[in-house]
């Protein structure tokens, strides 16, 4: 289960005390991910968006880094239950239920569903329109076989006319995804994305 690997990579990070770790889920939905960012925080590892150089890809690497308090957090949590990690009580989340918040942890965990949702909306770039402007290209090269027929040319450009609404109403989504999330981190007191320090 994706879960019992993402938590094994935190407890990794913080039995090496390591200074960042990126993951990648490969469960969907990033309502879960955010579940474990916010355990990933009780222990001292903070979400920091995309690992750099793959934030382009479907399903990136996603970074944490090590505060400056997470061995006494780490502590705290192991001392208060030693099974914690490892059985079913994560910190925040409803016991034998994986990445389900219990109603306390929820505001946060929705804070930072909020940055995944601008982080990811951020995926939407130019490479994906020079994807579809280069469309056209490769339809002409695959006509060649069965040749240029009116027929032929008017079914490739109303695939092609398909491909690029689409990319526009992708568009348009995340935009308006990635306004009411900005919103919400605005109300809540958190400036995303942030500044990362080299």
Known sequence: MDERHLVNELMKAVAEEAREFAVRPHFPGLKKFAAFAYVAERFGYRYLGHAPGNAALNNPYF?????????????????ADAAAPVGNALPGMRPGLGFTPIPAARPEVEVLYSQMVVDASGRYNPRVLSNILILPIVMAIFLIFPGYTVDNVLIAAGIWLAFFALYLVGLCVSRC???????????????WPPQVDA
Do not use: I, S, W
């Open 63 to 79: 970074l944490f880094r090590r505060t400056p308090d997470a061995r006494e957090r780490a502590t705290a949590l192991m001392g």
């Open 177 to 191: 995804r990635r306004a009411k999330h900005l919103a919400r981190l605005t109300a809540a007191g958190v400036e």
